[in-house]
């Protein structure tokens, strides 16, 4: 990640969502949408518990963004997280930051392990532009 974006960041890391600004797939237009977000050491990070959503299926398509928290805008392209240890890592940072969510997260979590739910859920690591 840039450091100035991350500098910048670092500053906005601790609100609960943030505005994704997507495009259409087919269309090309512009959607925004409010979203939980993730910050680390290493990075920025979009997760989403529905894989149907139009915001993850338009950006698996077409993978510029642009993101607003609070009265900071960056951009940048995602890149979907398939690695299992990276969407791992990527699970741990929901709970920490989500911590109220967490039961829910590890009961949904149980059941796919159990073959009784299959796994819908989408996170993407954010490449911001160094802007």
């Known amino acids: 990640m840039a450091s100035k974006s991350l500098e910048r960041l670092r500053k906005v890391a601790d609100r609960q969502t943030l505005r994704l600004t997507h495009y259409g797939r087919k269309s090309g237009r ?41 009265d900071e805008v960056f951009n940048g392209d995602v890149r979907s997280i398939t690695d299992k240890q990276e969407r791992e890592k990527v699970n741990r940072l929901v709970e920490r930051k989500y911590w109220y969510v967490a039961p ?25 532009a160094d802007n």
């Open 30 to 70: 512009p959607y925004e949408v409010t979203i939980w977000y993730l910050v680390d050491k290493d990075g920025l990070y979009l997760v989403s518990a529905n894989a149907a959503r139009s915001w993850v299926r338009n950006v698996k398509v077409r993978p510029a963004i642009s993101l607003r928290i609070g």
């Open 104 to 128: 829910m997260l590890r009961f949904g979590q149980f059941l796919m392990s159990m073959g009784m739910v299959r796994d819908n859920t989408a996170a993407f690591e954010v490449i911001l």
